[in-house]
């Protein structure tokens, strides 16, 4: 496993950017598919946006699409999630995720490493 540390959240307005970042430690992190999450207060974790080990696929959740992007940059050990035109129903903890097994999956159980979150919040 990786150890994973996200940052880049904050409190920010509807229609405002962020990008958060995620480093990971410890080497072949370019054998990792990689993730990001989110958890709203009294909600269950759900799965925003997944990258695979190349970068070369990605794949969203509806509500995302068109809006978030995510990235990486194995070189630095890092996946970045860029996200646009922010609404107040993105406000959450979002946590970055990886995995090295073999296959491609989106639900929480799919990934066995995780970072500790990030808060963003978005106001009307």
């Known amino acids: 496993q990786v150890q994973l540390g996200e940052s880049g959240g904050g409190l920010v307005q509807a229609g405002d950017s962020l990008r958060l970042s995620c480093v990971a430690s410890g080497r072949m992190f370019s054998t990792y598919n990689a993730g990001w999450f989110r958890q709203a207060p009294g909600k269950e974790r759900e799965f925003v946006a997944l990258?695979?080990?190349?970068?070369?696929?990605?794949y969203y959740t509806d509500s995302v699409k068109g809006r978030f992007t995510i990235s990486r940059d194995n070189a630095k050990n890092t996946v970045y999630l860029q996200m646009n035109d922010l609404k107040p129903e993105d406000t959450a903890v979002y946590y970055c995720?990886?995995?090295?097994?073999?296959?491609?999956?989106?639900?929480?159980?799919?990934?066995?490493?995780w970072g500790q979150g990030t808060q963003v919040t978005v106001s009307s």
């Open positions: 995720a990886a995995d090295n097994r073999e296959g491609w999956g989106s639900q929480p159980g799919d990934f066995t490493s």
């Open positions: 990258i695979s080990m190349s970068g070369e696929s990605t």
